[in-house]
């Protein structure tokens, strides 16, 4: 795919228009003004890899997991 810019393109005054004109400027002023002061979603972090099954441990390509023995003051 080839990228296409063109500066003149891609400026913000043609879509706030359309915003407005499709919505109304009062229902385009309150969603700038929550979009600005809301914060940003995080993204949730990935899941530890040390409590990954082991299909999805084989699946990404990691090493399998050492076999657990336990010790023997855990044994009580």
Same mark, same amino acid.
């Given at each position: 795919?080839? &990228?296409?810019? @063109?500066?003149?393109? @891609?400026? *913000?005054?043609? &879509?706030?228009?359309? %915003?407005?004109?499709? /919505?109304? =400027?009062? &229902?385009?002023?309150?969603?700038?003004?929550?979009? =600005? *002061? *809301?914060?940003?979603?995080?993204?949730?972090?990935?899941?530890? *890899?040390? @409590?990954?099954?082991?299909?999805?441990?084989?699946?990404?390509? %990691?090493?399998? /997991?050492?076999? @657990?023995?336990?010790?023997?003051?855990?044994?009580?």
């Amino acid at each position: 795919m080839i &990228a296409d810019l @063109h500066p003149q393109r @891609h400026s *913000l005054r043609p &879509a706030i228009h359309r %915003l407005i004109a499709r /919505h109304g =400027a009062t &229902a385009v002023l309150w969603a700038a003004i929550r979009a =600005a *002061l *809301l914060p940003r979603r995080r993204r949730p972090r990935p899941p530890d *890899l040390r @409590h990954l099954s082991p299909h999805l441990r084989r699946d990404l390509g %990691l090493p399998p /997991h050492a076999p @657990h023995v336990p010790r023997y003051y855990e044994l009580r």
